[in-house]
């Protein structure tokens, strides 16, 4: 399926759950080695916005709304 054209990634995810520390599930020390961090968050909201066009499927709703999982390839800040 398609997600909504004016679907778009929330600031707060990235810079409050994908790129801080966190004891479980920890998401910011994969993506570190790309070259992203808090003071790079703006390219990676601006990386996975890219990737709303594809096709999405449905995961599970959830308290916070529904997950979707979209595969595609990104190449951070330094290359990677």
């Known amino acids: 399926m398609k997600l909504s054209a004016d679907s778009e990634v929330a600031?707060?995810?990235?810079t409050r759950y994908l790129l801080k520390l966190r004891d479980?599930?920890?998401k910011s020390?994969?993506?570190s080695q790309a070259?992203?961090?808090?003071?790079?968050?703006?390219?990676?909201?601006?990386d996975l916005s890219?990737?709303?066009n594809r096709e999405?499927?449905?995961?599970?709703?959830t308290e916070y709304g529904d997950k979707?999982?979209?595969r595609g390839t990104l190449k951070g800040p330094n290359g990677r």
């Open 11 to 14: 600031r707060i995810k990235v």
């Open 24 to 26: 479980e599930d920890d």
């Open 29 to 31: 020390k994969f993506l």
């Open 35 to 46: 070259g992203y961090s808090l003071a790079r968050a703006d390219k990676l909201l601006e």
């Open 50 to 52: 890219g990737l709303l």
């Open 56 to 61: 999405a499927e449905f995961i599970q709703a």
């Open 68 to 70: 979707y999982r979209i």
